[in-house]
C-alpha cells in the first residue's frame, strides 16, 4: 500500500535560512508527487508537482523540489525564508497502479514557522 | 473567478441532528472530493465523484452520505453527527479525468465542524 512520510510534525526556520521540509513516500509504480500549501483559515493551493520528465521541479512562491526514485524522496527546499511562508505543508503521493483512477495519498503534514 | 465555494465556514451542532455541507465549483470540472483533515493524520478522502451520479468511497466513508445530480455541486451529508466527526473537511474538484492524481485538486477554503 502506498505511504507517505513527512519528517518533523513542526519545522521553525529564521527569517532569510534555508528551508527543508522532507517527503518520503511508498510506491509500487512510478508515481506522481505533489506539494500543498495551507495558509492559516484558508484551503490547500498547490506549490508544485512532479509528474515526468526533469527532477527538479520549480513552483510558485520560490519553492522547488527534487524527485529522487534511489531514495523515494521528494524534499521541499527554499532557499530564504520569509515571514509569510508561515504556513502547514502537505506532501502528497498519487497511486497510478488502478486502471481508470488514480488515488491520491496525503501525508500528516509539516507546520513551518519563520522566526524575525 | 474559478474557485470552489463551501458553505459554512464554521458550523457548531448536537449529536444527531442531520447537516449538510454544500460544495459548488465554477470550472466544469466533473472530478469532485470530500476530505478532512486532522492533526498528524493530513487530508484523508471521504467520499469521490468521477460524474454526475457516480459517487464512490474512499478512505473513511462511514457517517457520511454525498450526491451529485448535478456537475457544479457535491453536497456532503452527515445524517446523525457524532463527536468524532469534529473535524475540518474541504472539498475539492479537478479537470482530471482520472481523478486528480494526474492533474491538480482545486480546494475550497473549508468548513470547521464542531460536533458536541
Known amino acids: 500500500a502506498q505511504s507517505v512520510t513527512q519528517l518533523g510534525s513542526h519545522v521553525s526556520v529564521s527569517e532569510g535560512a534555508l528551508v527543508l521540509l522532507r517527503c518520503n513516500y511508498s510506491?509500487?509504480?512510478?508515481?506522481?508527487l505533489f506539494w500543498y500549501v495551507q495558509y492559516p483559515n484558508q484551503g490547500l493551493q498547490l506549490l508544485l508537482k512532479?509528474?515526468?520528465?526533469?527532477?527538479l521541479v520549480k513552483g510558485i512562491n520560490g519553492f522547488e523540489a527534487e524527485f529522487k526514485k534511489s531514495e523515494t524522496s521528494f524534499h521541499l527546499t527554499k532557499p530564504s525564508a520569509h515571514m509569510s511562508d508561515a504556513a502547514e505543508y502537505f506532501c502528497?503521493?498519487?497511486?497510478?497502479?488502478?486502471?481508470?483512477?488514480?488515488?491520491?495519498?496525503f501525508g500528516p503534514g509539516t507546520s513551518l514557522s519563520v522566526i524575525p | 473567478e474559478a474557485q470552489v465555494t463551501q458553505n459554512p465556514r464554521y458550523l457548531i451542532t448536537v449529536t444527531g441532528k442531520k447537516l449538510t455541507v454544500t460544495c459548488s465549483q465554477n470550472?466544469?470540472?466533473?472530478?469532485m472530493s470530500w476530505y478532512r483533515q486532522d492533526p498528524g493524520l493530513g487530508l484523508r478522502q471521504i467520499y469521490y465523484?468521477?460524474?454526475?451520479?457516480?459517487?464512490d468511497k474512499g478512505d473513511v466513508p462511514e457517517g457520511y452520505k454525498v450526491s451529485r445530480k448535478e456537475k457544479r455541486n457535491f453536497p456532503l451529508i452527515l445524517e446523525s453527527p457524532s463527536p468524532n466527526q469534529t473535524s475540518l473537511y474541504f472539498c475539492?474538484?479537478?479537470?482530471?479525468?482520472?481523478?486528480?492524481?494526474?492533474?491538480?485538486?482545486?480546494f475550497g477554503q473549508g468548513t470547521r465542524l464542531t460536533v458536541v
Open positions: 475539492a474538484s479537478s479537470y482530471g479525468d482520472r481523478g486528480w492524481g494526474n492533474t491538480e485538486a482545486f
Open positions: 510506491s509500487s509504480v512510478p508515481p506522481y
Open positions: 512532479y509528474t515526468t520528465g526533469a527532477t
Open positions: 502528497a503521493v498519487s497511486d497510478r497502479s488502478r486502471t481508470s483512477y488514480d488515488k491520491v495519498i
Open positions: 470550472m466544469n470540472h466533473e472530478y
Open positions: 465523484s468521477m460524474n454526475v451520479e457516480v459517487t
